[in-house]
């Protein structure tokens, strides 16, 4: 999977698209995240693909709430579509994968190619919204499998954006949620994960360092104003647990907040617990027991 090759054109990945966040009960999923302070909206059906999804939108970045709607359509995937159930048969819900927009998905199946990198695609999917409009898009998945990995999606929309943003507005969220800043992600080996994102996705590398309370060596990207982290675990603590339960992929999401005390007011007007984040008064961890074991950070809007 991390073959060392010559590298084929250049990469066009432009900016970050969306998190995915795997969860049982479609509906349930939706009104915890309201609890939670989030404006979220009736996603739609994936045709042919046997989920549905809930859309908690910015502006072009976003998080989806997917879920299985008919798991006999969702088998057909193959082991694409046996990993979401396999993980929705262990946990009520978590932080699954995530989304990479690109400007020529042709061209980097072309580089994954030559640089060793095994991917599926690209190929089309489809988005039936409840108003009756159909978004579609395509997808070039890396290792075939986008659910815990340790490695984004890439997706390539046919949907122009300002078409996408007027049938699906960025909600104004009562926590004050203004944007993805950044995500993390847990890998067995930093230094193949490493290649992976600079040589083979043709990201830039920021700065490698320690995350003690995380008990992990970590090596940050950055895309645009985007962060990702990726955290080998160096002992005990949060990095190893995750590693230990779930496999390689996505930790925590990072979101900017316009007002943290906004957020908290949300969280104590619906019974919910505060938890800050390592006693940092700009950082607040919502709680995961009702985002359904995903592991969301809001931080403050610089």
Known sequence: MYENSEAGGMPMIVRFDHAVIAVRDLTAAIQRYQALGFVVSPGGRHTGR????????????????????????????????????????????GLVGYALATADIE??????????LEAEGPFVMQRLRPDGRQLSWRLLV??????????????????????????????????GAAGVAGIALVVRDLE??????QRQLGLTLNYQ???SHLGARR???QLGTLAIDLLEPTGIGLAQR????????????????RDLGQARNVLLQNDLSIEPVQDDSALLLLPD???LGARIILQTQV
């Open 107 to 116: 061209q980097d199946a072309e580089r994954l190619h030559h640089t060793g």
């Open 289 to 291: 027991h009702q985002a």
């Open 192 to 197: 193949r994960a490493i290649d992976l994102y």
């Open 242 to 257: 995750v590693l230990n339960e779930v496999g390689e992929g996505p930790l925590e999401l990072i979101l900017t907040s």
């Open 50 to 93: 046997g989920t549905h999804n809930a859309i908690i939108r910015f502006g072009l970045d976003y998080i989806e709430l997917l879920s299985i709607y008919n798991k006999a359509e969702l088998g057909a995937r193959g082991l694409n579509g046996q990993a979401l159930a396999n993980f929705l048969e262990r946990h009520e819900g």
């Open 219 to 221: 090596a940050s990207f």
């Open 209 to 211: 360092d320690e995350v």
């Open 142 to 175: 890396p290792g075939n499998v986008p659910w815990r990995r340790p490695w984004p999606f890439l997706i390539q929309w046919d949907t122009p954006d300002a078409e996408r943003l007027s049938w699906e507005e960025p909600g104004v969220h009562p926590n």
